[in-house]
């Protein structure tokens, strides 16, 4: 599978993957909004970030939406990922390493020193935190959350 960035016309296929993946994630308990997912990717692809994905038989199975920005506290700009996405059947390492290079170049070539990018999905997190660090990322915190 080879890595393309998306179009503004792939966002109602990127809310529904991005669905399956709320729905067995961390988030499942939080109502999924298709319309809100949508309009964020249309926006990303359209140039208020990035959505790079992966088809297969032209379906898109996998991608990474993200942007840069400024830190609150200073002018240095960084880049961030909203969701790294793959289907089940679609998941494997080679994939997953395109997907996570096209976006650090791209960040890269909009400024940013570095990339954040976490597992807030709770979803196979110890694998996916190894990957992360075999791709040269270093742990900086844990996560938490409290349901009130």
Not at 119 to 125: D, E, F, K, L, N
Request: include cysteine; charged fraction near 25%.
């Amino acid at each position: 599978m080879r890595v393309e960035v998306a179009t503004p016309e792939d966002a109602p296929a990127l809310a529904a993957l991005g669905e399956l993946l709320h729905d067995t994630s961390s988030y499942a308990g939080i109502p999924y909004n298709r319309a809100k997912v949508e309009d964020l990717m249309r926006n990303l692809a359209a140039g208020a970030g990035v959505v790079f994905v992966v088809r297969r038989e032209g379906e898109i199975v996998g991608g990474i939406a993200g942007s840069v920005a400024e830190w609150w506290f200073g002018d240095e700009i960084y880049g961030f990922e909203y969701s790294f996405f793959m289907r089940e059947d679609a998941r494997n390492a080679f994939t997953a390493i395109k997907l996570v290079s096209a976006f650090n170049i791209w960040c890269k070539a909009r400024g940013a020193k570095e990339v954040r990018i976490g597992v807030t999905t709770g979803i196979h997190q110890e694998k996916t935190a190894g990957f992360y660090r075999l791709l040269g990322f270093s742990d900086i915190g844990p996560l938490f959350k409290k349901e009130l």
